[in-house]
């Protein structure tokens, strides 16, 4: 399981919202959201419309798994 931790803050609801309709597990844990994939994980900068500042900030909160892409246009995550 592919797993990213987002902090629990309004600058990452549209992160947050992408991932739910994209099919990605989503839960509360404690301050961040829990976004879990049963494989690759992949987001698409443009479709969340999130700055660059926040968008390279959404890896703070960890994640699970392997990050094999990150750039200004896709974050990449897969199992570990």
Known sequence: MTTLYVLDIPEFDDLVRVARDTGYGIRSAGDYVEVTADGP???????????????????????????????EDELRLDEG
């Open 41 to 71: 994980l992949v987001l698409a900068r443009d479709a969340v419309g999130a700055r660059p500042a926040i968008w390279f900030a959404a890896l703070t909160g960890g994640y699970s798994g392997r990050l094999i892409h990150l750039d």
